[in-house]
C-alpha cells in the first residue's frame, strides 16, 4: 500500500477559503479556522438576505406608492382595488418607478382610475 499525502489538497482548499475571506478583519482574512467560520456565517447570511430582500423592496414600493397616492385623496388599498376592477394589469414595482420618475403618467393613471368609480 503507498503512502497518500493530502498536503497539495489540503493547501488548495485552504487557500480557497482564505481567498473568500479577502476583505475580512484581522484573524478572519488571515487565520484558516476563523476564516472557515466566517465564510460559512457569511453563506448564511447571504442566503437569508435574498429572501429578505424581496421582502424589503415589495414594502418599499408599497410606501411610494401610497405616498404618491395619498396626494390624489385615495388610500394604497383603494387604489389597488380600484386597479383590479379597472383591469389594468401594473404590478407595485412598476407602479413605484412610473409615480417617481414619470409623475404626470401615474397622475393620469390615479385620475382615469378615480373617474372610472364616480
Not at 488548495?12 to 479556522?33: D, E, N, P
Not at 385623496?73 to 382595488?81: D, E, H, L, P
Request: no cysteine; proline share 0%; hydrophobic share 30%.
Amino acid at each position: 500500500m503507498t503512502r497518500i499525502k493530502r498536503g497539495v489538497h489540503s493547501r488548495f482548499r485552504h487557500k480557497k477559503i482564505l481567498k473568500l475571506s479577502k476583505g475580512y478583519y484581522g484573524a478572519r482574512s488571515r487565520s484558516y479556522r476563523v476564516a472557515k467560520q466566517s465564510v460559512i456565517k457569511s453563506y448564511q447570511y447571504s442566503y437569508r438576505d435574498r429572501k429578505k430582500k424581496k421582502n424589503f423592496f415589495r414594502k418599499l414600493w408599497i410606501i411610494r406608492i401610497n405616498a404618491s397616492v395619498r396626494k390624489h385623496g385615495i388610500t394604497y388599498s383603494k387604489f389597488m382595488n380600484l386597479l383590479k376592477k379597472s383591469s389594468i394589469k401594473v404590478n407595485r414595482k412598476m407602479l413605484s418607478e412610473i409615480s417617481i420618475s414619470s409623475k404626470e403618467v401615474f397622475n393620469n393613471l390615479v385620475e382615469k382610475v378615480k373617474n372610472k368609480t364616480i
